[in-house]
Structure formats: structure tokens, C-alpha cells
């Protein structure tokens, strides 16, 4: 027969009311509020970085390729369901053989269907000076012919852990027969 809680001792009924408070409270608890200072985080500063993305399509190097789509893509005005992957250099100035500053990683995919209007899932991988090694991670709607473009930074490593900010994009050049671009980007950043 069960005990009950009158013929529990006080040190047995505190054992079992121990342990299941704590398997309550720390089994099913998937997170913790936590001080910035313990992992090194000190006051938060705003970065502006400028650059040059390379979109390279038609050359004997592309940096970016298609990835195969479907026959409803190739009939599309828009473009609508290109998936391009991409390697592009970012550069200091809009000369392709200007000093290299880091790479634009990822994928752009043609996401509309009534006007030019990109989805943009990059890593911009910085390789020169203070930032090299660090990233940031951008993602947002690219409608690349608008004068400007405003997408979102939504993370980073390195220098730029915990970054948040926003991307502006202007087109420089843009080769229509050939689909070469190059744009400017002005990065404003905060981070720690």
C-alpha cells in the first residue's frame, strides 16, 4: 500500500519534493536568460562597410551559375524560379581587378512572378584587414530594377556575431545581353 504524506519523514518528503521541482523546472526547459558580459560582449557599435559585388554569369569563369530549373521558369518574363548559385567577388571599387575585400556566397532565386524581384540568401565572407575571417548573413527581396535596394542583415560570426542591420544595393553597371553586374553595397551594421 502507497505511503501517504503523514507517514512520510520530513527528509524523505523533502527528497522527493526536490527532485520533482527540479525535474519540472530544468527537464523541459530549452533556454536561459543569460549576461552579455559572460561571453565577452562589450557595448555594441554601428559599422558602415562599402563594396563591390561582381555578378559574373557569361565568362569562362562564371561566379554565379544556374542551378537546373523547370520548363515553366524558361517561359517566364520575370525569370520567375531562376535559382543561381553564387561565388562573387566583393571588391573596394567597381574595377573587377580592384583589391579583393571578401566573397558573396550563396543563393539568388528570381521570386516573382510580375516583375524583376530577387530572393537573396548571401554570406558576405570578408577576407582583408580588421574583418578578415568574419562574415555577415544577408537575406531579403532584391528588386534589382529599383535605383536602390534595401535588404536586411540578419546575422554574422566572427567581428560580427550577433550583427543586425540593413544592406543598401545600387546597380553600377549591368550588361543586359550578358547578365554581368556589378553593384555598389553600403552595409550599415551593429554588433559588438
Known amino acids: 500500500m502507497p505511503k ?10 523533502f527528497f522527493h519534493f526536490t527532485l520533482l521541482f527540479f525535474s519540472a523546472t530544468s527537464s523541459g526547459s530549452f533556454s536561459n536568460i543569460l549576461s ?12 558602415h562597410l562599402h563594396f563591390y559585388f561582381h555578378d559574373i554569369v557569361s565568362s569562362r569563369n562564371p561566379t554565379a551559375i544556374p542551378v537546373p530549373s523547370s520548363a515553366s521558369t524558361n517561359k517566364s518574363h520575370t525569370g520567375f524560379g531562376v535559382v543561381m548559385m553564387a561565388d562573387d567577388p566583393l571588391t573596394a571599387a567597381p574595377d573587377p581587378n580592384s583589391k579583393l575585400v571578401g566573397k558573396a ?29 568574419s562574415s ?5 527581396r532584391n528588386t534589382v530594377f529599383s535605383r536602390v535596394r534595401e535588404m536586411p542583415i ?12 540593413y544592406a ?16 555598389e553595397y553600403n552595409v550599415y551594421v551593429f554588433h559588438y
Not at 552579455?36 to 559599422?47: D, H, I, N, S, Y
Not at 532565386?109 to 537573396?120: C, N, T
Open 105 to 133: 556566397q550563396g543563393i539568388y532565386a528570381s521570386a516573382a512572378q510580375d516583375e524583376v524581384g530577387l530572393l537573396m540568401v548571401m554570406n558576405l565572407a570578408f577576407m582583408e584587414g580588421k574583418y578578415n575571417g
Open 168 to 183: 543598401q544595393a545600387k546597380t553600377q553597371t549591368l550588361d543586359l545581353k550578358t547578365g554581368n553586374a556589378v553593384v
Open 136 to 140: 555577415l548573413s544577408l537575406l531579403g
Open 36 to 47: 552579455p558580459k559572460k561571453f565577452g560582449l562589450k557595448r555594441e557599435k554601428l559599422t
Open 154 to 165: 540578419v546575422g554574422g560570426s566572427g567581428l560580427f556575431r550577433f550583427a543586425r542591420g
Open 4 to 13: 501517504t504524506f503523514s507517514k512520510l519523514s520530513s527528509s524523505t518528503f
